[in-house]
């Protein structure tokens, strides 16, 4: 290994602590040499601000202007990512893949949304603020299409107004018309065989003994506008389109059978129940409209014992049996087109529309 003899500083800089200096190896042949940099200085500034190919269409830029502090990168000529010293820091133009998952997290209040896709379109065609497919060609316990946990964690002791798993809105500002505007659609499709397929399944998880209400689905129909007159305003509507399929039991609406697993179970069980209407000028707990067969085939069904008038059954022991409670009111006027039966101290009465009052049955 050569011995250095000897060194010349050629220059120095106090203010970087930058020097270059000649270091000799032999006495005798100053061609014997190697120009360095003494150990410690900070590197020196490069004049280069691009790095292009042949063709000079794809290119990293570190200073398209004077000290703007970003990195460009380009490819066919169309700039693709830049990277700023500002927010937005990261800038993709066109599509992004990634060969593994998206991790994000907001640090701070001010940066909250662990992922935010903000965009406006002036098109013609359909656009997706998100969209996601996962293909399942393996066999695995799960596909989720979105998978999402909002955690309030055990040790936080603030009340907290609200908590949702799932929050959107479709808003509508415009002065066209949209023919169908849904906060949120869901379908279940495919031809494959499947046990059960539901296309809205929202089961409740853990109870609480502190809170008032538990509840698998609660839909609430909200009208903020100033006063206007509309054809229907529906909380809840079931509606089945449907053909070329031989369906056993059709049904809109069904109220299936509880399991209660340990416990004493609850007092009261409902299929369904309508609370007290307060407002409205008609006031119909429910209103069957009926159907175009006029057949022995068509109309409602009741099974078990049917109470009216009372919340208290007053069956006598009976089984698949009519149960009417004396009137609150004994009516006084006679009814159009009809007549009105009512239990009036135990006995069973007809008021008829000539105002005629038969008594049908004794107490």
């Given at each position: 290994?050569?011995?250095?003899?000897?060194?010349?500083?050629?220059?120095?800089?106090?203010?970087?602590?930058?020097?270059?200096?000649?270091?000799?190896?032999?006495?005798?042949?100053?061609?014997?040499?190697?120009?360095?940099?003494?150990?410690?200085?900070?590197?020196?500034?490069?004049?280069?601000?691009?790095?292009?190919?042949?063709?000079?269409?794809?290119?990293?830029?570190?200073?398209?202007?004077?000290?703007?502090?970003?990195?460009?990168?380009?490819?066919?000529?169309?700039?693709?990512?830049?990277?700023?010293?500002?927010?937005?820091?990261?800038?993709?133009?066109?599509?992004?893949?990634?060969?593994?998952?998206?991790?994000?997290?907001?640090?701070?209040?001010?940066?909250?949304?662990?992922?935010?896709?903000?965009?406006?379109?002036?098109?013609?065609?359909?656009?997706?603020?998100?969209?996601?497919?996962?293909?399942?060609?393996?066999?695995?316990?799960?596909?989720?299409?979105?998978?999402?946990?909002?955690?309030?964690?055990?040790?936080?002791?603030?009340?907290?107004?609200?908590?949702?798993?799932?929050?959107?809105?479709?808003?509508?500002?415009?002065?066209?018309?949209?023919?169908?505007?849904?906060?949120?659609?869901?379908?279940?499709?495919?031809?494959?065989?499947?046990?059960?397929?539901?296309?809205?399944?929202?089961?409740?998880?853990?109870?609480?003994?502190?809170?008032?209400?538990?509840?698998?689905?609660?839909?609430?129909?909200?009208?903020?506008?100033?006063?206007?007159?509309?054809?229907?305003?529906?909380?809840?509507?079931?509606?089945?389109?449907?053909?070329?399929?031989?369906?056993?039991?059709?049904?809109?609406?069904?109220?299936?059978d509880n399991t209660w697993i340990l416990g004493g179970g609850p007092v009261s069980l409902y299929g369904f129940r309508c609370k007290?209407?307060?407002?409205?000028?008609?006031?119909?707990?429910?209103?069957?409209?009926?159907?175009?067969?006029?057949?022995?085939?068509?109309?409602?069904?009741?099974?078990?014992?049917?109470?009216?008038?009372?919340?208290?059954?007053?069956?006598?022991?009976?089984?698949?049996?009519?149960?009417?409670?004396?009137?609150?009111?004994?009516?006084?006027?006679?009814?159009?087109?009809?007549?009105?039966?009512?239990?009036?101290?135990?006995?069973?009465?007809?008021?008829?529309?000539?105002?005629?009052?038969?008594?049908?049955?004794?107490?």
């Amino acid at each position: 290994m050569p011995t250095i003899t000897r060194g010349t500083i050629k220059s120095y800089a106090s203010g970087t602590h930058r020097a270059s200096a000649v270091i000799f190896f032999t006495d005798d042949n100053p061609a014997d040499a190697v120009v360095a940099g003494i150990h410690g200085a900070l590197p020196a500034a490069s004049s280069a601000t691009t790095l292009i190919d042949a063709d000079a269409d794809t290119w990293v830029k570190v200073e398209a202007s004077a000290d703007e502090d970003r990195i460009r990168f380009a490819t066919a000529g169309v700039e693709r990512y830049l990277i700023d010293n500002a927010e937005p820091v990261h800038t993709f133009t066109g599509r992004a893949k990634f060969s593994d998952g998206i991790s994000s997290k907001g640090a701070t209040a001010s940066t909250a949304t662990g992922y935010l896709a903000d965009w406006t379109e002036s098109g013609s065609g359909g656009y997706n603020g998100a969209s996601l497919t996962v293909r399942s060609v393996g066999a695995p316990s799960s596909v989720n299409g979105v998978v999402g946990d909002a955690q309030v964690v055990s040790g936080n002791t603030n009340a907290i107004a609200l908590v949702q798993g799932l929050n959107f809105r479709a808003t509508h500002n415009g002065t066209g018309v949209v023919t169908n505007q849904y906060g949120c659609s869901a379908s279940a499709q495919g031809a494959g065989p499947a046990t059960n397929r539901f296309t809205f399944y929202a089961p409740v998880g853990t109870m609480i003994a502190t809170a008032t209400l538990h509840s698998a689905f609660h839909a609430r129909l909200t009208h903020t506008t100033p006063t206007i007159t509309v054809p229907e305003y529906s909380l809840f509507r079931s509606q089945i389109e449907g053909g070329r399929a031989t369906v056993t039991d059709l049904m809109n609406f069904i109220a299936g059978d509880n399991t209660w697993i340990l416990g004493g179970g609850p007092v009261s069980l409902y299929g369904f129940r309508c609370k007290e209407l307060t407002i409205g000028t008609n006031q119909r707990p429910f209103q069957d409209e009926g159907c175009t067969i006029t057949s022995d085939t068509s109309g409602n069904r009741f099974n078990s014992n049917t109470q009216f008038a009372s919340l208290t059954g007053a069956f006598g022991s009976g089984d698949g049996v009519i149960g009417i409670a004396n009137a609150r009111t004994v009516p006084t006027t006679n009814p159009a087109g009809g007549g009105v039966l009512y239990a009036q101290a135990g006995a069973l009465k007809w008021r008829g529309s000539a105002g005629t009052i038969t008594v049908i049955a004794a107490a």
